[in-house]
């Protein structure tokens, strides 16, 4: 069982910052896929950002250009640098392990005001 939990989320004015954290536990995080994920009252839980094992990246269209994800395999961490936010970026977002199975943590809310 991988636990996984986030944190980092909060309150902020459009065309601000935010960075959430992602930890996931285990001895072999390095072979672990992880994305980042959202989900909006009434709206489908989306992916905004994924980085495999080898540190391959993908976006959402909606955040190209903005959000960065990154990994740290010595930390067991997958953070997600958020610039230029947007009301709609407002969220819950989640933090997904792949290895085999899905593991997800609780989410943090991300509340961008206009």
């Known amino acids: 069982q991988v636990q996984v939990v986030e944190s980092g989320g909060g309150l902020v004015q459009a065309g601000g910052s935010l960075r959430l954290s992602c930890a996931a536990s285990g001895t072999i995080f390095r072979f672990y896929d992880m994305g980042w994920y959202r989900q909006a009252p009434a709206k489908q839980r989306e992916l905004v950002a994924g980085?495999?094992?080898?540190?391959?990246?993908n976006y959402a269209d909606s955040v190209k250009g903005r959000f960065t994800i990154s990994r740290d395999n010595a930390k067991n961490t997958v953070d997600l640098q958020m610039n230029s936010l947007k009301p709609e970026d407002t969220a819950v977002y989640y933090c997904?392990?792949?290895?085999?199975?899905?593991?997800w943590g609780q989410g943090t809310q991300v509340t961008v005001s206009s």
């Open positions: 997904k392990a792949q290895f085999g199975n899905d593991y």
């Open positions: 980085i495999t094992s080898d540190g391959s990246t």
